[in-house]
C-alpha cells in the first residue's frame, strides 16, 4: 500500500499569510494526488484533483503543485474559513490518506 | 440536492459483525464508483474500500480486507459495506462518498457510527 506522509502536522498562521503544505508518497503516484479540505461537523470538501487542478468552486487562492513523490498546498492569502484540516489523497493504487495537517489560526 | 444517507451503525463485540447502508439521490449513482471512508475519534479520515460503477471491481484497505465485503444496487441507488470478525480498531464514523474528480465535485453522507466495545 501507498503512504502518505503530510507535513507539518500542525500550521500556524494569521489571516492574509501564505500556507505551504506538503505530503510525500512512499513510491510514485505519479500526478494522481487529490487534497481535501475537512472542517468538524462537515463533510470533506476535494479542493484539488490530479495533482494540481482546482475542483469545481474552488477559489483560485488554493493551488497544487508536484509530481511522483512530492506535493505541495499552497494558499496563496489566508482567509478565516480557510482554517481546517487538510489531506492528501493518492490515487494511484486505490485510495490513501495522509495522516493530515491541521491548519490553526 | 444531493444526499448519501447511511445507516447500520451501532454498538458490537469483538467478533461480530454489521452491515451498513447507504441511500443515494440527486444524482446519477449508477454511473459513479462509490467508496467508504471512516473517520476514527480523534483521528484521521481512512479510506475503507471501493466498487466501481457496475460493481465488478472492488478494493480494500489492508486493515480490512478480508473482513469487509462492499457491494451496490443500482436499481436502488445503495451502497453496502458487510463487516464481519470486527475488531476494537474499526470503532469510527463510517462515510460513503463519491470521492470527485474532474467531473463530480464529490459527494458525502453524514457519517454512520460503528462502536466496537466489550
Known amino acids: 500500500e501507498i503512504v502518505l506522509t503530510q507535513s507539518p502536522a500542525t500550521l500556524s498562521l494569521s489571516p492574509g499569510e501564505r500556507a505551504t503544505l506538503s505530503c510525500r508518497a512512499s513510491q510514485s503516484v505519479s500526478s494522481s494526488l487529490a487534497w481535501y479540505q475537512h472542517k468538524p461537523g462537515q463533510a470533506p470538501r476535494l479542493l484539488i484533483y490530479?495533482?494540481?487542478n482546482r475542483a469545481t468552486g474552488i477559489p483560485a487562492r488554493f493551488s497544487g503543485s508536484g509530481y511522483g513523490t512530492d506535493f505541495t498546498l499552497t494558499i496563496s492569502s489566508l482567509e478565516a474559513e480557510d482554517f481546517a484540516f487538510y489531506y492528501c489523497?493518492?490515487?494511484?493504487?486505490?485510495?490513501?490518506f495522509g495522516q493530515g495537517t491541521k491548519l490553526e489560526i | 440536492e444531493v444526499q448519501l444517507v447511511e445507516s447500520g451503525g451501532g454498538l458490537v463485540r469483538p467478533g461480530g459483525s454489521l452491515r451498513l447502508s447507504c441511500a443515494a439521490s440527486g444524482f446519477n449513482f449508477g454511473v459513479h464508483g462509490m467508496n467508504w471512508v471512516r473517520q476514527a475519534p480523534g483521528k484521521g479520515l481512512e479510506w475503507v474500500s471501493t466498487i466501481n460503477w457496475d460493481g465488478r471491481t472492488t478494493g480494500y484497505a489492508g486493515s480490512v480486507r478480508g473482513r469487509f465485503t462492499i457491494s451496490r444496487d443500482n436499481a436502488r441507488a445503495s451502497l453496502f459495506l458487510q463487516m464481519n470478525s470486527l475488531r476494537v480498531e474499526d470503532t469510527a464514523f463510517y462515510y460513503c462518498?463519491?470521492?470527485?474528480?474532474?467531473?463530480?465535485?464529490?459527494?458525502w453522507g453524514q457519517g454512520t457510527l460503528v462502536t466496537v466495545s466489550s
Open positions: 462518498t463519491e470521492l470527485g474528480d474532474a467531473y463530480s465535485p464529490g459527494y
Open positions: 490530479d495533482a494540481s
Open positions: 489523497q493518492q490515487r494511484s493504487n486505490w485510495y490513501s
